[in-house]
């Protein structure tokens, strides 16, 4: 049996019997997580706050780093086994601050859930000069799981989880122009390329880091209603893909085939969580199960959300995983020895 998942060799579902509509309820039902610590980013909205509620409610002490503290603090009260803190993934100094006070606490790490994520903004940059999807959907998870290893390590046993998304069948990842210098900037292409990011990214620290029993897996959460992930997103661009009507609002023939939040979750604590994993990482996942390779065989409809599925094979490329590794040690300043 393949040990790694470079070009999708263990790109395959293992049959876990769940699907598209299985809940994170469902997929956590049995699951005791007592004594374990999570890091969720984003973990107080949408997916993130369900994964939270998830995770804490299995006994898992669950920590969540915010931009808004305030916000974060509203949304969680009330949910125990939680621990608030301040971070923002565009700005490189407060990584280092929230990862260096987790060190100091002599915590070990068990799931590290790099939730947190941003679509459809307009060109940002960050104090670095990245452009803002590709500093907080990778370059921020980069480093923070750089910044955590140690304690990730010392727990024995971890999972790292990059909440990917199908948009990465939107860019490969552009080594010549990843920050939008010298190219016109589309919004889309800098989500896409962010998001295989993501995938290279499990994939290559999934190789380097399972000797040390850590092992890491991007996914698929499925179109879900209920995220404010599009909240800056012109609703002409909803309107061109056709889940929306002339009025700007989802069809509720569209809004009636997307997942609910929980739905939504699923996938996230499948790979938190599930046994099935225990001995393989690297890998893609959707609908709660390793998702199939995307070639060129499968008709996509965004109006049809159960053909939004599938896994490029370039976001699972060995080349593009070592390549983007030695670029994001470049771009962030820091060495990331597996080690």
Request: with cysteine; glycine share 10%; hydrophobic share 40%.
């Amino acid at each position: 049996m393949a040990t790694n998942n470079y070009q999708g060799k263990l790109q395959q579902p293992l049959g876990s019997g769940f699907n598209a509509k299985s809940t994170a309820e469902e997929v956590i039902k049995g699951v005791n997580l007592t004594g374990k610590t999570a890091i969720v980013t984003g973990g107080h909205t949408g997916i993130g706050l369900e994964t939270t509620k998830m995770l804490a409610s299995a006994g898992a002490t669950v920590i969540i780093p915010a931009r808004d503290f305030n916000k974060a603090t509203k949304n969680l009260q009330g949910i125990a086994n939680v621990e608030i803190e301040t971070m923002d993934l565009m700005n490189p100094e407060s990584i280092d601050a929230f990862a260096q006070k987790f060190l100091d606490s002599g915590r070990a790490l068990h799931l590290l859930i790099n939730n947190a994520g941003i679509m459809w903004v307009p060109l940002r940059r960050n104090i670095l000069g990245h452009e803002s999807q590709l500093a907080t959907n990778y370059l921020g998870q980069f480093q923070l799981t750089a910044r955590l290893w140690p304690s990730l390590k010392k727990s024995g046993g971890a999972r790292v989880i990059n909440v990917s998304s199908y948009g990465h069948q939107m860019a490969p990842f552009n080594f010549d122009d990843p920050n939008f210098i010298y190219r016109e900037y589309e919004t889309l292409q800098g989500y896409g390329q962010s998001k295989t990011a993501c995938n290279l990214f499990a994939l290559e620290l999934d190789n380097r880091a399972k000797d040390f029993n850590v092992r890491a897996y991007s996914l698929h959460p499925g179109s879900v209603l209920g995220t404010d992930l599009g909240r800056e997103e012109p609703i002409e661009l909803f309107k061109q893909i056709g889940t929306h009507d002339a009025d700007g609002n989802i069809k509720p023939e569209v809004a009636a085939k997307l997942k609910n939040l929980s739905q939504g979750t699923a996938t996230t604590i499948w790979c938190a969580t599930n046994p099935l994993l225990n001995n393989i990482g690297g890998v893609y996942c959707e609908d709660a199960d390793v998702a199939v390779l995307d070639l060129g065989n499968i008709e996509h409809r965004f109006d049809e959300p159960a053909t939004i599925y599938g896994v490029q094979p370039y976001s699972l490329d060995e080349v593009n995983a070592k390549r983007l590794w030695d670029l994001s040690e470049e771009m962030t300043g820091i060495s990331f020895q597996v080690s």
